[in-house]
């Protein structure tokens, strides 16, 4: 059988949550992944020091011993976030970076903030100290298309943002659209971006495929074919600025499939696995590596991981559903064969 052995990956942004749906779900995080940064967006949000060292314990304790696996814990920022908490935090190396949601962008982020610039004393002191910025860039207003929202983001607020502070490190994450390839390509080596499994593989017509299809709703929602291509390019084109980033966010199936479904797509599973699917059909497996393991911890300064995971290329049947007794949720490429699988 032919295998693919490559540096253990990291996960640069995931949702692990809390409660039951940790215990559920980290477990397909540490399989795979040595690090990850998590996302603070639980409720209420990790806003302290503190919140987040027992968040952690809550993560470590969840995964167990069965797994070397290192949560990288991230700072919620809200209007009046505290600047030497945040920076307490990332002295004592609890916060590995600060993450920015606009207020109502997306699950959980009604504490998020309401002007960035309200930021700036923040942004200030995070870039004195060398603390990332992971950004979750759309606007918010219901006079903005929902398929304009992450290039208007980045117009009015972001290119501004990188301009006054030329020294903060950013990371857009989850990019969707050809408009941020090209401008986290022009910016300093100070901005980088991830991309997540998903959004390289769906286009905005996933979602209407037959009929409404809530499993490839997330956000910032997938936008046309020529975005995803130009999202394929900058993850297989060996640009240090763009590495791996999930954005898993597990929701129960009930929640997705209802009236007001929630965004997110549960790609932990089988997140390696899709990421390789996607770059041996761009023709370039040889980029992989450097993707998932090694441009991420050189944009932190983070050492690189020494152990290795190898795939093996053999049909891989994703099952339909995930569960046990309280939780079912439909993975990433439910019901599909692909072409990858984690070796045990
Ligand atoms: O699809 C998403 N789901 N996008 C986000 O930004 C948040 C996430 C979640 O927490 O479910
Ligand atoms: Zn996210």
Not at 234 to 263: I, R, W, Y
């Amino acid at each position: 059988m032919e295998t693919l052995t490559i540096r253990r990956p990291d996960d640069w942004h995931v949702h692990l949550r809390d409660g039951a749906m940790l215990e559920f779900a980290a477990r397909y995080t540490a399989q795979q992944f040595a690090r990850a940064i998590v996302m603070p967006n639980l409720v209420p949000p990790v806003t302290t020091v503190d919140a987040a060292r027992h968040y952690r314990d809550r993560i470590r304790s969840a995964i167990g011993a069965h797994h070397s696996f290192t949560p990288l814990m991230t700072a919620y920022l809200t209007d009046d976030i505290d600047a030497d908490e945040i920076a307490t935090g990332f002295e004592e190396g609890v916060f590995a970076a600060c993450k920015l949601y606009p207020a109502n962008a997306t699950t959980n982020s009604a504490a998020g903030v309401t002007d960035v610039r309200k930021l700036d004393r923040v942004f200030d002191r995070m870039q004195a100290i060398g603390m990332p910025l992971l950004i979750h860039g759309e606007v918010v207003s219901p006079d903005i298309d929902i398929f304009d929202r992450e290039h208007v983001f980045i117009d009015t607020t972001l290119a501004p943002l990188v301009t006054d502070f030329p020294d903060l490190k950013v990371v857009l994450e989850h990019i969707t659209t050809e408009d941020s390839v090209e401008f986290v390509s022009a910016a300093s080596d100070k901005v980088a971006a991830t991309i997540t499994a998903h959004h390289l593989r769906i286009d905005r017509n996933d979602m209407f495929d037959g009929g409404m299809r809530p499993h490839a709703y997330c956000l910032p929602v997938a936008k046309r074919r020529k975005h995803r291509e130009a999202l394929r390019k900058a993850a297989v084109s060996g640009n240090a600025k763009f590495f791996l980033g999930t954005d898993s966010a597990p929701h129960q199936k009930h929640d997705k499939e209802s009236d007001c479904g929630c965004a997110g797509i549960f790609s932990a599973p089988v997140a390696i696995e899709s990421y390789a699917q996607t770059f041996e059909e761009e023709g370039a497996l040889d980029k992989l590596e450097a993707f998932a393991s090694e441009f991420g911890p050189h944009f932190y300064g983070l050492p690189l991981n020494d152990e290795t995971i190898t795939l093996e290329r053999t049909g891989h049947a994703v099952p339909d559903l995930i569960e046990d007794a309280e939780i079912a949720i439909v993975p990433f490429h439910a019901g599909e064969t692909i072409n990858w699988r984690l070796a045990p």
